[in-house]
């Protein structure tokens, strides 16, 4: 079953051999009308035909004279000119005027022959055929000259420009209605895998949906590509081959994600080496998200072969195909926009590999601090959720905080955030921390989901603003505040949130009839159990020794004789999940995790979800103080209310601990 | 005729009058599918409705374990596990293991009931129905639990975001096929003027193509309208009427240019004020170039009424109402990108107004600067040239070499010149610029046509690189040496040029019979003269001069028998144009501008075209030295013999001078 990579290239090799292999440039020029020209590439240079404007023009309304008859012109002794004419726009029309005459002129009107400026009307009078000029004109006043914005001849745009509004005004001007601009490149998108169904279809258990096809897809059109959806290829060498086949044949450029290891399903590289053309550029990239990531060359045609994990799959796309695609769209490589700042916090590079790190932004006291975004190659959300990332190098194994590192942003418009929310998930925050950012569009948000211990800890670490938390003390029965004392943590201050209902979730009717934790140790019941340091855990083992007492037991005897004990679920959605595909019979969630989920909820009681508010942030973000008002609201009373298993005491809102 | 604009309001003034007025703010909502949504604005907040993945999920091939079974195991003394099964990705088996089993299982598979880690297949080994582990599995190794990645529940996007990449991904995780975007707002486009004509339409005399409808329509796409171009309303109020009210009924705003001045022919003001609604909310706006814009609210639509001089429309339409329309369809309100650039050359204001200058950017020894571009708030040509502009307040008069403002940039893509070429024009030239430009594609080089003094005083002022003079001495009769050493001026190198012929522009088939400069005393014969100062205007003199000996009378009386000697045309083109059109008879040009024109061409002799070089520039930039090394090759004097009327000497690119 296992094979490797044959030699890793760094993603700077990776970018060699593509560049070497296939010269990236535009692939032919087709000619679009003007209206469809915004955002494309010019592909000749555009010389005017002729000029602009193509005859002397008036620039005002007035009269066209001489200049040197208004020579002894003043405000109080005007000069007299006989009106021969006079000129509308757009007449074609040509007078022509001698000494002492003039011709009446509009704007825009053509300059009739003789005359050499024009004088504004507000500087005239007329009066029985004749003007009177109370001032002085000056050789070629008012006068916008044939040619003057445009020659005839004159090479008004080069190749190889983005048509934006001015060029566009430009190519109007010289009458230009077809613009020859770069062909787009037609790229094929194909995904791969049993596992991968289109977003609409209905979700089938072990089955999850292609992302990799529509984050390509948009990138493919930013970077001036015409992307066309094939479809998902099986994890069949003949289904793969026939569809590339057809792919390579029909379009300029095929990218495909999936199936790039050296696994079993893994047939993207069987299937390519024994397809022709300079075949294999490189399989396997020294960069982490991203390794299994694959080129070649068939037929002539470039095939991407990119990371089945959609992050993976975004990064490698963006360091290595990015510009290459862009160069075969005219629109030429692209830095990332960068910008520098201090790590807030250690990041680990790994061996043998460049680093990709997604990273948060944060302005601390005028300062810009970058923070790692966690949640693995797989978790598209993360990625959504960050700023940009940096390059840890193969050879560093950390970067410490205080180090200042270039942040590649994920888009120029990108600014540090406004107010960091780590905290533990809860569906009541969620709908607060919704209504705020209503009443407030401007606010710029950063909402992070991790445990109540990642919420505290991201406080104490300096990026965390607010969070929420529910941590239940063994000894005391306390939620949060035992906690919060036993840690060396300063500035860190403990609002009363809310009561949350706490039970088991079991499949819908309850058929094991499980009422309360003495039923977890019988024969044939399969528990889920949470993760060593949330607070549901603490709850669960809590109720675990109060079971071994009432029944005389140890409480590793009890734990012995739970089927499930050891597995633990991350979070309280994936024990429902559990619960709900068949794998296990029970578990220990909050109420507001199965509202309109397939499961039936046993109510065992209440824990408390307290506020966690960070003192120094307090007195420098404007938005945390406008967040906290808002919590001590009316409305935010109102909305929590409204979720079903929550509650709210009379102490919401107040000061529990100060730290 | 005359009338005034009745209050003028400032551009700030404007903004607010407007945000009170309409309070923009997007339209309404449509859902467009997910491969539509890249670039649209997210008019709802996403909620999940499924965990992502909606199962425990394999993150590597191999085998599904429990991890506490594992903990023995070593790499010389591995454990055995029974294989009771095998999960493949896309599998709906639900299967369960005991202690002392496993499962065969691929990446993305779901992890089978009772598992609690997935050991990596490099670490196994498979005998007999049974598996040998040789690695301690850490608990959730290698699992991605369900909800992990995205959970039921959460708010995966908020409102008002741009659909990227990332964030179309995140919707694809979770199944959303249709996205609710906000609606694109529907914008009409009129054009207003009796001289107004498509692009594409045959350019009749007095004629000028719609230049403001294209730049508008691209501007509008790209801050998130649908524009439509409805066409061009002639100067009259009825016509104009007509076609507004249908615009007001059918669009959510109407957007006309030209007709919103004080002039007779300006019926937009008239219309407006007789229509319904709140009417017009400013008219005159003290900004230069700018000052005819206007905005009126008819049945509940804005109808923005901007300049018709196309730069004058384009910098109203950025000032003003390009963050309304932003608003409108959920882009939001942007600053334009910024830079601090010192002045490189004096920049006056203008009085009462605020001065918008167009300028480009160069770096000079690490520096930024910036430099005015002149030409007029008619020519668009000179506004594609430029980078960005500066604002000059009202009560500022000019603004000093060296004093630092903000420029703002028409495109933060936008970087600083590598070559500025400010030149006399000419045909030849420019095509040994565009080859160079073919040569180097990276190579970001201005060009500004300008006569031969503005091409020699830019060297001195600092901005220019390079350029072309022709300047005849009217003493020795030689060319350009003989004014470089009369004017004070250092760091500039002349290198010979080309020779450039010079002759008569007359109506085709010579109908005048014009032979030479007596003729131009003839009754009955136009001439068209070109500006003082002009290197063509000194050798008319010259030769004036001449005529003058010959017939034994003053230069003074020579030109008061020259009818037209006062009409001075600013470039040789606009010489041809006047005689195209039958305003004058004859000029004087270069031959290359008479090539393809409707007009004769009788030679008169040679010029010299020679070229100049900054001298510090020569020194500081690579750009130049690489231009200068290509007008040294084979290939730049093949290009310039291959252009009629042009002639090479055997002194080419040999020094003249060295100041």
New interface residues.
Partial sequence: ??KIFRRLVDVVEAVRLLEEALHPSPLGVERVS??K???RVLAE?I?S?????????S?R?GYAV???DTSHAREDDPVKLRIVGEV???????L?IRRGEAAKI?????I?????AVVM??YTREKDGYVYVYKQAK??EWI?????????????????II???????????????EVPVYKRPRVAIIST????IR??DP?????????????????L??DGAEPE?LGIAR?SPKELESLLSRAIGDYDVVVTSGST?V???DNLYKVLSKMGGRGILFHGVKASPGKPTMAAVVEDKLVIGLP?F?VSC?MMYDRIFSNIIRKMSGLGA?EKPRIKAKAGFILRGREGVKYYHPVFLKKVDGKTYFYPIH??S???????N?DGYVEIPENVTYIDVGEELEVSL????IRPSDLIIVTS?S?AL?NL??AF??SL?EAN?K?I?GGSTAAVYAIRDGYNDFGGMHILDEETGEYNIPFLKSIDIRDIVLYRGFLREIGFAVAKGNPKKIRGFNDLLREGI?FVNR?QGSGTRVFIDINLRRTADEQGISFDEVVSMI??Y?????????V???IE????DVGVVTR??T???DVDFIPLGWENYDLIVNKRSLSSSGMLKAFIQFLESDVARRILRSVMGIKLDDRYMSVLLEL
Avoid: C
Wanted: cysteine-free; aromatic content about 8%; proline content about 6%.
């Fill in positions: 079953m296992s003007l209206d020209a915004g955002g240079d010389v035909r002729i000029d602009v404007p193509s005859f002397d023009r620039l309304d001489r200049y040197e509308e726009a757009g007449s074609d029309k040509v022509y509009a704007t825009g009107a053509p009739p022959g003789g005359a050499n009307v507000e050789p070629g916008q000259y044939a040619g003057s914005d445009v020659m005839y001849g004159e090479p008004v745009l080069r190749k190889g048509l934006g509004g001015r060029e566009i005004g430009v190519l109007a001007a010289i009458g230009v209605t895998g049993d596992e991968i977003p609409g979700l089938k258990y072990g089955m999850i949906y292609d992302v990799n096809a529509y984050t390509l897809y948009t990138r059109l930013e959806y994890d290891s696994g079993l399903r089945g959609p975004l692209v949640g693995g797989g978790a598209i959300a993360a990625l959504a960050a994920f888009s120029s418009s998930h569906i969620d921390i919704r950012k209503n569009p948000v909402n989901y399969r993760t089927e499930g050891n597995i633990e679920a991350k979070t309280h959605t994936s429902v999940a559990s595909s068949g794998k296990a507001p995790a509202i309109d989920r």
